[in-house]
């Protein structure tokens, strides 16, 4: 058997990280022939509860599980982390945006860039999913500059996900029959899902997205608005932000990103802007991505852009380069 991976979750005592643990301590992240320690790291008010959930995580009796290590302590949780999930922030409520949680966030994720740059694995896989995170994860990156920038990422794979169900419903066919749903942006209401280059296969057939809905006008405008808005509908319904999805989404983001996808399927992820598509260069914006087997991705060049998509996606890098501002200065002083 291959040798353990050491993998971080942080706000390991919180409610995403109680539908994420199990899946990823089960093999469905990295396989079922890759053993796992897991460091789960969460803050001291919270190290019971921790303590709850490394008994529960044994208690699982998991064949890949080796060791759990519960941690409030950042610098050692991070040492020698091979791939860091970075949950632990403060959640919204209902009526703000994510990026009024800038400030209250932002500093946790200079801190932790700090921890990674001076503890972790060199080629550590670091995804940020506590909110704003595209920013978080941009501020995460700039604090450990002995990391390559391409090995950090923010989530966008929910909104991924939630684009793909609402074009399967729509068309009553299988969530796995829809491919190549992209997200462009800010993880915000301002990203722009994308359905310009998804196909779905329909009796038999794979066809364009559009081609198989014949609906423009639903799609150019209620579609985007539910991705867009599904985030606060959830946190209206349940007076609690997505957990169970946004743990899903985790397991299919960082599976995809160690695994590789098969040639003509994309994803999308949120990952530092090479310039591609004239996107200010260092954001962390969501862009369709090609994971390859040995752990790396490239940026999806070369697709169509129209008027309408194009201003969409200035639209969400305006707001990415506002907050990216708004937290340096956070952070700064
Ligand atoms: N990118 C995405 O698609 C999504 C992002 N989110 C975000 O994920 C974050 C976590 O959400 P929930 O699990 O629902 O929140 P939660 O409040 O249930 O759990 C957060 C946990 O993080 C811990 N924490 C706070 N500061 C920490 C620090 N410095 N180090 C380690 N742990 C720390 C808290 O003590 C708490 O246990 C929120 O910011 C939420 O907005 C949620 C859903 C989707
Ligand atoms: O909306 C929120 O605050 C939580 C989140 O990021 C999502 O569900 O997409």
Redesign the pocket.
């Known amino acids: 058997m291959a040798e353990p991976l050491r993998v971080l979750v ?9 539908s994420l643990l199990y899946s990823v301590a089960k093999g469905d992240v990295f396989g079922p022939n890759q053993p796992i320690i897991l460091v789960l ?3 001291q ?2 190290l019971g ?2 303590e709850g959930v490394v008994m529960e995580m044994m208690d699982c009796a998991l064949p890949l599980l080796k060791e759990v290590i519960p941690s ?1 302590n ?1 610098m050692e949780a991070f040492k020698d982390v091979d791939v860091a999930m970075l ?6 409520r209902e009526g703000m945006e ?1 990026k009024d ?1 800038l400030a209250a ?1 932002v500093k ?1 994720f200079k ?2 860039g700090h921890a990674i740059d001076t503890q972790a694995k060199k080629n550590i896989k670091v995804v ?4 704003p ?1 595209n920013t978080n994860a941009y501020i995460c990156k700039k604090y450990a500059p002995s990391i390559n920038p391409a090995n950090f990422t ?6 991924q996900n939630r684009a793909q169900a609402q074009i399967a419903a729509k068309l009553g066919v299988s969530n796995s029959s829809v491919k190549n749903c992209v997200i462009w942006g800010n ?1 915000s209401s301002t990203q722009y899902p994308d359905v310009n280059q998804a196909v779905v296969d329909l009796n038999g057939k794979t066809m364009p997205v559009r081609e198989a809905v014949k609906d423009d006008n639903w799609l150019n405008n209620e579609f985007i608005k539910t991705v867009q808005q599904r ?1 606060a509908a959830v946190i209206k319904a349940r007076k ?4 169970m ?2 743990a899903k ?2 397991v299919d983001h960082v599976r995809d990103w160690w695994n590789g996808v098969p040639d003509g399927t994309y994803v999308s992820m949120a990952v530092p802007s090479d310039g591609s598509y004239n996107i200010e260069e260092g954001l962390i914006y969501s862009f369709p991505v090609r994971t390859k087997p040995d752990h790396t991705y490239e940026i999806v060049k070369g697709l169509t852009i129209n008027d309408f998509s194009r201003e969409k996606m200035d639209a969400t890098e305006k707001e990415l380069s506002e907050e990216k501002n708004m937290a340096l200065s956070v952070c700064e002083s």
């Open positions: 942080t706000g390991a005592a919180g409610q995403i990280a109680y790291l969460d803050i008010p919270m509860v921790l409030v950042e949950v632990g922030a403060m959640p919204r994510r949680l966030n946790i801190s932790m940020v999913v506590g909110n995170a923010a989530l966008t794979r929910l909104d993880h985030g609690l932000s997505s957990a999805s946004a989404a985790i």
